[in-house]
């Protein structure tokens, strides 16, 4: 097993090895600069390490792993226009350093090219990929749907918010490892375990963010603190707030605009009081340890079950 920069190394090289066209500039710059933003690539490289532990060769899985990544950031050019973002890692979101128009075909035109890779060097895998990514896609865009609908919903339940963000964010991750999994040429069961594995972490991922948006460093974090409160987005931390808040605070401030600091610090004050800072990160433990279960029914040799364990409790206490 290598290290994780070791497999973040492989999946950048194949991302600036990408022979994108160049024309028209416009649909095609803004792809170029949403991969040259970086990010943590967790996705392709859970596929490209899940592959390794299985004893494969990790570049048998390389196109699948890129395919996964950029679709993940062709979700982030639409989620960034539906929710109005202005900053995505730390720069300007692709709708704000062009337009809407551009942040929409632009994403399109990832989409496709994700599936496009995805086909790349899958040989008999070919159909069981494309099964395992739509498969994968659709549930994601049922979680977006579900999400924009909560936005005009007050009674949201904490249940249906861990479905939403398990369609709609931890689904890839699972399809990430399944994926390295398939091209390992490991069992289906192999591939689930895998998958549930993925999905775990992916929940804690989730809550993690969820957590770092109010109470992270917007100059680790990479955006602005704050912007789940000022959109009333019903997050596990805010469902919270408005089942427990007695003092109707919280809900209240639903729909102001007026004055966003003021907002952010009463809500959070909200939280402060009710204990969800350590209770979210209870729930993330507890998602933490599902993921490890999952690794307990896999034939592991010890590095590479190190290496996934040390991914998941890295997860918990991750700043950006």
């Known amino acids: 097993m290598k290290e994780y920069n070791d497999y973040l ?25 949403t991969l040259d ?5 967790i996705r392709p490289v859970l596929a490209l390490a899940a592959c390794e532990a299985l004893g494969a060769d990790p570049m048998s899985a390389i196109h699948q792993a890129v395919a ?3 679709f993940h950031n062709f979700t982030l050019l639409h989620d960034d226009v539906m929710d109005n973002a202005d900053v995505r890692r730390g720069r300007p979101t692709v709708h704000k350093k062009w337009n809407e128009e551009t942040a929409i075909i632009s994403g399109d035109a990832m989409l496709t090219t994700a599936t496009m890779l995805l086909a790349i060097k899958a040989g008999s895998h070919l159909a069981q990929a494309l099964e395992l990514f739509n498969g994968t896609a659709m549930n994601i865009y049922e979680g977006q749907q579900l999400d924009m609908d909560f936005e005009n919903r007050c009674d949201v339940t904490v249940e249906e918010y861990m479905e939403m963000i398990r369609l709609k964010t931890s689904v890839l991750l699972g399809c990430a490892c399944g994926m390295g999994a398939l091209m390992a ?3 289906f069961e192999t591939q689930l375990k895998f998958f549930e594995y993925g999905v775990n972490l992916g929940l804690a991922f989730q809550l993690q963010d969820d957590y770092l948006d ?13 912007g789940d409160i000022l959109n009333d987005k019903k997050t ?9 808040d007695k003092s109707g605070v919280v809900k209240f401030l639903i729909g102001q605009t007026d ?15 009710l204990g969800l800072p350590e209770r979210i990160h209870e729930l993330i433990s507890a998602y933490i340890d599902s993921a490890v279960k999952c690794l307990d029914s896999l034939a592991l040799q010890p590095e590479a079950r190190a290496f996934f364990m040390d991914l998941a409790l890295k997860s918990a206490t991750r700043e950006k």
């Open 185 to 187: 040429d490991a069992t």
């Open 9 to 33: 190394e492989l999946v950048n090289t194949a991302l600036s090895n990408l022979r994108l066209p160049k024309q028209p500039e416009g649909l095609y710059a803004p792809i170029t600069y």
């Open 37 to 41: 933003c970086g990010g943590k690539r």
């Open 236 to 244: 596990w931390l805010f469902i919270m707030a408005l089942n427990e």
């Open 68 to 70: 996964v990544e950029m």
């Open 259 to 273: 004055s966003p600091s003021e907002k952010i610090e009463a809500v959070k004050a909200v939280y402060n009081e």
């Open 214 to 226: 109010t109470y992270g460093d917007p100059a680790t974090f990479g955006k602005a603190i704050g």
